[in-house]
T-cell receptor, first 114, second 111 residues
């Protein structure tokens, strides 16, 4: 089975702190994604990556950055956390085949910024 | 702007009945659609998908219908069970593997 592992299930940080959310997948997937999930807004794409050291902005990249130094690992970085970044963050991965969009999701990381 | 949306945010269904969850999309270029199920405390899980050259696809107890004329997608769950209680998302694929998700419908199964 595909496994997408997010390093932290729950985090509490203070405004202005730098936050790292880590995600690792074990199926050699080319594509990796970071979404945030908020009630009533569904899942919104923050950043995605099609290959090592490649990154593309999603729909809401402001206030975030990402790093993909290895194929299996995709990190989401909040350079200076703000309260409006309190949310559930979901990492996902998929094969690279065009138009095959099935994503495999991690369990999520719930971040609270005080 | 482009959007993927759901008609109803919540749906309650008697156990054993069939349920239908609807989804509207606005991008006519979308060529691939997926339904996901998210149980409490878990990440979304794939249920079923359909390509734009099809109008119906069946899985185990689930059927997805696609009406491209009115840009409408639906998920039918037959003989609902307590384990079907979850939030259901539709998603559309416009480019490569980038998906746009709807806001979700919470399905509650009444015993």
């Amino acid at each position: 089975d595909v496994k997408v592992t997010q390093s932290s299930r729950y985090l509490v940080k203070r405004t202005g702190e730098k936050v790292f959310l880590e995600c690792v997948q074990d199926m050699d997937h080319e594509n990796m994604f970071w979404y945030r999930q908020d009630p009533g807004l569904g899942l919104r794409l923050i950043y995605f990556s099609y290959d090592v050291k490649m990154k593309e902005k999603g729909d809401i990249p402001e206030g975030y950055s990402v790093s993909r130094e290895k194929k299996e690992r995709f990190s989401l970085i909040l350079e200076s956390a703000s309260t409006n970044q309190t949310s559930m963050y979901l990492c996902a991965s998929s094969f690279a085949v065009l138009n095959t969009g099935e994503l495999f999701f991690g369990e999520g990381s719930r971040l609270t910024v005080l | 702007g482009e959007s993927v949306g759901l008609h109803l945010p919540t749906l309650s269904v008697q156990e054993g009945d069939n349920s239908i969850i609807n989804c509207a999309y606005s991008n006519s270029a979308s060529d691939y659609f997926i339904w996901y199920k998210q149980e409490s405390g878990k990440g979304p899980q794939f249920i079923i998908d359909i390509r734009s050259n099809m109008d119906k696809r069946q899985g185990q107890r689930v059927t997805v219908l696609l009406n491209k004329t009115v840009k409408h997608l639906s998920l039918q769950i037959a003989a609902t069970q307590p384990g079907d209680s979850a939030v259901y998302f539709c998603a559309e694929n416009i480019w490569r593997a980038k998906l746009t998700f709807g806001t979700g419908t919470r399905l509650t199964i009444i015993p």
